[in-house]
């Protein structure tokens, strides 16, 4: 039955195999710093406001801000393509889901459901076709991954004082993931599979505060601070190699050998994040404000081998950005003044532990926020184009483009008594 | 306004669908996953002679060709009858002893053979006998020879008769009903029903019939007149047929000639197989990779591409092979039927895949490999198919492993 439910688990997981960056292959993949549209648009890492004015929805002590309880949803779509390859890669998949409740412009709670890590790649060969042994032999590879580590969260934030505010969040991994590398001999693919499936958890602090404030300008401070709790353990299957023979994707008494042997082993420590993120934000006061973002972030797990495609690691990944948002105002009466524009500009700099060379990320966003309904619900819009450059390694070029839709309505809303 | 179900809705829709599209594409340069080959030279081979074994043939043969003796067909017929018949009792005519009711009288008995040939004329003189003293079974296709098998068979009970009509040719055996009620004795329910099949004055060599193997439509019979009577008016009269569901033709094979044991030879008729040894040293499959061929490959002496044989090769558990050609009485070496392997002849190449089989033998760490090779049971039993052995140069038989590694 054991066996079984694992095969079951496979065979479901083909069915969300996406295409993605090449860098998806190394370990656990590039870790996600922005999960939600509004984020994505700015180019942000979810510190600074990029919702509504003064709101992050990625940053729980700005959340007692929102006027109303909202619903927020991320879809995105990528269109990867390396600088080696004619070919891009297109996919398209969940980016979270979060629930928010302001109480009473003072405290707020969320629960949200987010992907941690992207693992999902799909990459292949040529073909190659030669004579080995009077046998014309055509072969090419194929390599897939998908899945990932994903966090339920939840999060609360207090108010210090009049201005500044902090903000708990408590992640808990779970997930799996599964990995296939494929050789084809004149069409019989043999393969090997792997199977993880994921444990762990970690905890935020944020903090946001207004530090000065003019006639003309607001200056705002946020930060955030990730801690590993319990560091990523995996239980890790790994499906020796096969031929299948029945061309139906998992090992079966069809296929040779008939009985595929499976390796299981329990893994501790194969991810512990902790990240440092400050933020800066004017507000003008007229809508307008820039930002300024940076994050250090690093990952203090020592046993991630043979849980991607290859067996690397990031180790380490640094983030700046910044960029400027004007907030739309429900209020106003030209079209324009009642839209969200975003605009932001990053670099990241992901640090591989056996690669000595570092993957420099940059990229360039844009963002709309447009209103609409009577509690304020709201569809984002972003688009985001970028490179991910390493010297002797992948080169590729991607864009993303993402849409979001937030759903509000009013909670905790004293009602009137019955006249 | 948008209705906000639906947005609940399509966020769902978004959740649950992912889509993929193309695959990048990479150039070959690191990474995991190859195809390697690796040959090795058989050892040893050599022809072995066995009494022939005509189970599972789609023919049964009688008469004598070319120096071979088909002494008798053996044959088995079922004791349940085609179609059930029901009597006034409530009881069920099915299997053969259910014959033994008052109200059922045996007309006739008539076994019935299938000739492949049509238009059959012959002085040939073809009888039956039948096994009233042996109670078990009579034969066994996998081991019954010209050797061994069993001569327990009564006198003749019967001469046939060749019936021609205008497709096809029968002969027909009619027993006499005493002989009959040996079967259906009460004491001996589970009687053999088997009965044997000769020939005398076999002056135009071989005669062919259908064989129980060669399906339903070409089956021989043992069809039984009665008479039922269903009550003090009522008499019907019918029959109930019981098709033959095993048979075996037990033939002597002729002496070898010295081509047959030149090289490497095999024939179902003269009982001929062969052996080989292979020697794979200290290799062994690489940590994590798979047979994606184990090639046990033969070159075919008489250049004729039209030959597509389907040749049979096992795994022997035997280490040690006899040097030279031998004879045996009966098979003396043992057969890993679960690790059986079989190949068409194509271009007069012959390879058998035997991966399962070296997986198996590697896995129990062995280095010395045993396989024979024999003709298939569907090949022309007359026919001698001969391959180089390990005393050819050019074409040494070898077996050739293409593997995958991780």
Same mark, same amino acid.
């Given at each position: 039955?054991?066996?079984?439910?694992?095969?079951?688990?496979?065979?479901?997981?083909?069915?969300?195999?996406?295409?993605?960056?090449?860098?998806?292959?190394?370990?656990?993949?590039?870790?996600?710093?922005?999960?939600?549209?509004?984020?994505?648009?700015?180019?942000?890492?979810?510190?600074?406001?990029?919702?509504?004015?003064?709101?992050?929805?990625?940053?729980?002590?700005?959340?007692?801000?929102?006027?109303?309880?909202?619903?927020?949803?991320?879809?995105?779509?990528?269109?990867?393509?390396?600088?080696?390859?004619?070919?891009?890669?297109?996919?398209?998949?969940?980016?979270?889901?979060?629930?928010?409740?302001?109480?009473?412009?003072?405290?707020?709670?969320?629960?949200?459901?987010?992907?941690?890590?992207?693992?999902?790649?799909?990459?292949?060969?040529?073909?190659?076709?030669?004579?080995?042994?009077?046998?014309?032999?055509?072969?090419?590879?194929?390599?897939?991954?998908?899945?990932?580590?994903?966090?339920?969260?939840?999060?609360?934030?207090?108010?210090?004082?009049?201005?500044?505010?902090?903000?708990?969040?408590?992640?808990?991994?779970?997930?799996?993931?599964?990995?296939?590398?494929?050789?084809?001999?004149?069409?019989?693919?043999?393969?090997?599979?792997?199977?993880?499936?994921?444990?762990?958890?970690?905890?935020?602090?944020?903090?946001?505060?207004?530090?000065?404030?003019?006639?003309?300008?607001?200056?705002?401070?946020?930060?955030?601070?990730?801690?590993?709790?319990?560091?990523?353990?995996?239980?890790?299957?790994?499906?020796?190699?096969?031929?299948?023979?029945?061309?139906?994707?998992?090992?079966?008494?069809?296929?040779?050998?008939?009985?595929?042997?499976?390796?299981?082993?329990?893994?501790?420590?194969?991810?512990?994040?902790?990240?440092?993120?400050?933020?800066?934000?004017?507000?003008?006061?007229?809508?307008?404000?820039?930002?300024?973002?940076?994050?250090?972030?690093?990952?203090?797990?020592?046993?991630?081998?043979?849980?991607?495609?290859?067996?690397?690691?990031?180790?380490?990944?640094?983030?700046?950005?910044?960029?400027?948002?004007?907030?739309?105002?429900?209020?106003?009466?030209?079209?324009?003044?009642?839209?969200?524009?975003?605009?932001?500009?990053?670099?990241?700099?992901?640090?591989?532990?056996?690669?000595?060379?570092?993957?420099?990320?940059?990229?360039?966003?844009?963002?709309?926020?447009?209103?609409?309904?009577?509690?304020?619900?709201?569809?984002?819009?972003?688009?985001?184009?970028?490179?991910?450059?390493?010297?002797?390694?992948?080169?590729?070029?991607?864009?993303?483009?993402?849409?979001?839709?937030?759903?509000?309505?009013?909670?905790?809303?004293?009602?009137?008594?019955?006249? | 306004?948008?209705?906000?179900?639906?947005?609940?809705?399509?966020?769902?829709?978004?959740?649950? !669908? /992912?889509?993929?599209?193309?695959?990048?594409?990479?150039?070959?340069?690191? =990474?995991?996953?190859? +195809? $390697? @080959?690796?040959? %090795?030279?058989?050892?040893?081979?050599?022809?072995?002679?066995?009494?022939?074994?005509?189970?599972?043939?789609?023919?049964?043969?009688?008469?004598?060709?070319?120096?071979?003796?088909?002494?008798?067909?053996?044959?088995?017929?079922?004791?349940?009858?085609?179609?059930?018949?029901?009597?006034?009792?409530?009881?069920?005519?099915?299997?053969?002893?259910?014959?033994?009711?008052?109200?059922?009288?045996?007309?006739?008995?008539?076994?019935?053979?299938?000739?492949?040939?049509?238009?059959?004329?012959?002085?040939?003189?073809?009888?039956?006998?039948?096994?009233?003293?042996?109670?078990?079974?009579?034969?066994?296709?996998?081991?019954?020879?010209?050797?061994?098998?069993?001569?327990?068979?009564?006198?003749? !009970? /019967?001469?046939?008769?060749?019936?021609?009509?205008?497709?096809?040719?029968? =002969?027909?055996?009619? +027993? $006499? @009903?005493?002989? %009959?009620?040996?079967?259906?004795?009460?004491?001996?329910?589970?009687?053999?029903?088997?009965?044997?099949?000769?020939?005398?004055?076999?002056?135009?060599?071989?005669?062919?019939?259908?064989?129980?193997?060669?399906?339903?439509?070409?089956?021989?019979?043992?069809?039984?007149?009665?008479?039922?009577?269903?009550?003090?008016?009522?008499?019907?009269?019918?029959?109930?047929?019981?098709?033959?569901?095993?048979?075996?033709?037990?033939?002597?094979?002729?002496?070898?000639?010295?081509?047959?044991?030149?090289?490497?030879?095999?024939?179902?008729?003269?009982?001929?197989?062969?052996?080989?040894?292979?020697?794979?040293?200290?290799?062994?499959?690489?940590?994590?990779?798979?047979?994606?061929?184990?090639?046990? !490959?033969?070159?075919?002496?008489?250049?004729?591409?039209?030959?597509?044989?389907?040749?049979?090769?096992?795994?022997? @558990?035997?280490?040690?092979?006899?040097?030279?050609?031998?004879?045996?009485?009966?098979?003396?070496?043992?057969?890993?039927?679960?690790?059986?392997?079989?190949?068409?002849?194509?271009?007069?190449?012959?390879?058998?895949?035997?991966?399962?089989?070296?997986?198996?033998?590697?896995?129990?760490?062995?280095?010395?490999?045993?396989?024979?090779?024999?003709?298939?049971?569907?090949?022309?039993?007359?026919?001698?198919?001969?391959?180089?052995?390990?005393?050819?140069?050019?074409?040494?038989?070898?077996?050739?492993?293409?593997?995958?590694?991780?």
């Amino acid at each position: 039955m054991y066996y079984l439910r694992l095969v079951f688990i496979l065979f479901f997981s083909y069915s969300f195999y996406d295409a993605q960056s090449i860098y998806s292959s190394y370990g656990l993949g590039l870790p996600r710093s922005s999960f939600y549209t509004s984020e994505n648009g700015l180019g942000s890492i979810g510190l600074v406001p990029n919702f509504v004015n003064k709101v992050s929805i990625g940053n729980p002590s700005t959340w007692k801000y929102l006027k109303n309880a909202y619903i927020n949803s991320t879809y995105e779509s990528q269109s990867f393509s390396l600088k080696e390859s004619i070919s891009s890669s297109e996919s398209s998949q969940f980016g979270g889901i979060q629930f928010l409740v302001p109480i009473r412009n003072t405290y707020a709670v969320g629960l949200s459901v987010k992907p941690v890590n992207s693992l999902n790649t799909f990459f292949k060969t040529d073909t190659a076709s030669y004579l080995m042994h009077d046998e014309n032999l055509s072969l090419h590879k194929e390599f897939k991954s998908g899945g990932g580590v994903m966090a339920s969260s939840f999060a609360f934030s207090l108010p210090i004082n009049a201005k500044m505010n902090v903000g708990l969040s408590f992640d808990s991994f779970f997930g799996s993931s599964r990995t296939e590398k494929s050789i084809i001999l004149n069409n019989v693919y043999y393969r090997s599979l792997g199977i993880n499936t994921f444990k762990g958890s970690k905890y935020n602090v944020f903090f946001s505060g207004d530090f000065f404030e003019s006639e003309k300008i607001i200056l705002s401070i946020y930060s955030g601070i990730v801690k590993t709790n319990k560091p990523l353990s995996a239980y890790v299957y790994n499906f020796d190699l096969f031929e299948d023979t029945d061309g139906d994707l998992i090992p079966t008494s069809n296929d040779f050998p008939k009985n595929t042997n499976v390796d299981t082993l329990k893994v501790e420590n194969i991810y512990a994040p902790n990240a440092f993120s400050l933020g800066f934000n004017i507000d003008f006061k007229n809508s307008l404000n820039t930002y300024f973002e940076f994050q250090l972030w690093n990952d203090n797990a020592q046993n991630i081998k043979s849980l991607g495609l290859f067996n690397d690691q990031i180790v380490s990944n640094s983030h700046i950005g910044t960029g400027i948002v004007k907030f739309g105002n429900m209020n106003d009466k030209d079209w324009q003044d009642k839209i969200t524009f975003r605009l932001g500009v990053y670099r990241k700099d992901y640090k591989l532990l056996s690669i000595g060379n570092n993957i420099i990320e940059n990229g360039l966003s844009l963002g709309l926020g447009i209103k609409f309904g009577n509690t304020a619900n709201q569809l984002d819009l972003s688009y985001k184009n970028g490179s991910r450059t390493s010297e002797n390694n992948f080169s590729e070029t991607f864009k993303q483009f993402s849409i979001g839709i937030s759903v509000g309505d009013i909670w905790f809303l004293r009602r009137r008594a019955k006249q | 306004m948008l209705n906000r179900q639906a947005i609940y809705l399509a966020s769902l829709l978004l959740y649950f !669908i /992912s889509c993929e599209e193309k695959p990048l594409m990479l150039n070959d340069l690191d =990474l995991s996953l190859s +195809v $390697d @080959t690796v040959s %090795f030279d058989v050892l040893e081979s050599t022809t072995y002679q066995v009494p022939p074994l005509m189970g599972g043939s789609k023919y049964l043969y009688l008469g004598q060709d070319s120096g071979y003796t088909f002494d008798y067909s053996y044959i088995r017929a079922s004791k349940f009858s085609n179609s059930q018949y029901y009597i006034s009792s409530g009881k069920t005519i099915s299997q053969l002893h259910d014959y033994v009711d008052s109200s059922i009288v045996i007309d006739s008995v008539k076994l019935t053979l299938n000739f492949v040939d049509d238009s059959i004329t012959s002085n040939s003189l073809f009888y039956l006998r039948y096994f009233p003293n042996v109670s078990d079974s009579v034969f066994s296709r996998n081991n019954s020879n010209y050797l061994n098998y069993n001569t327990n068979y009564s006198d003749i !009970i /019967s001469y046939g008769n060749i019936i021609n009509d205008t497709t096809s040719s029968k =002969l027909e055996f009619l +027993v $006499d @009903t005493s002989y %009959f009620n040996a079967f259906i004795d009460t004491n001996i329910t589970d009687f053999n029903n088997a009965f044997a099949v000769g020939i005398y004055n076999t002056e135009f060599g071989f005669y062919r019939f259908y064989s129980a193997n060669n399906g339903q439509s070409t089956v021989s019979n043992l069809s039984i007149y009665f008479k039922h009577f269903a009550n003090d008016t009522l008499t019907i009269d019918t029959l109930s047929s019981h098709n033959i569901i095993d048979d075996l033709t037990i033939l002597t094979p002729p002496k070898l000639e010295e081509a047959d044991t030149l090289n490497l030879s095999i024939s179902l008729a003269k009982g001929l197989k062969s052996l080989l040894k292979i020697d794979t040293g200290l290799w062994e499959m690489p940590k994590g990779g798979i047979f994606r061929k184990a090639e046990l !490959i033969l070159n075919l002496i008489t250049e004729d591409s039209s030959n597509s044989e389907i040749i049979n090769s096992y795994l022997l @558990t035997d280490i040690d092979l006899p040097s030279t050609f031998n004879k045996y009485e009966k098979e003396i070496f043992t057969y890993d039927l679960t690790n059986g392997s079989s190949a068409a002849l194509s271009n007069t190449k012959l390879k058998f895949n035997h991966r399962s089989a070296l997986s198996k033998s590697l896995s129990e760490k062995k280095s010395i490999h045993t396989f024979n090779i024999q003709p298939n049971i569907d090949v022309d039993p007359f026919k001698i198919l001969q391959f180089y052995d390990t005393k050819s140069v050019e074409f040494h038989p070898k077996l050739r492993i293409t593997y995958v590694l991780p």
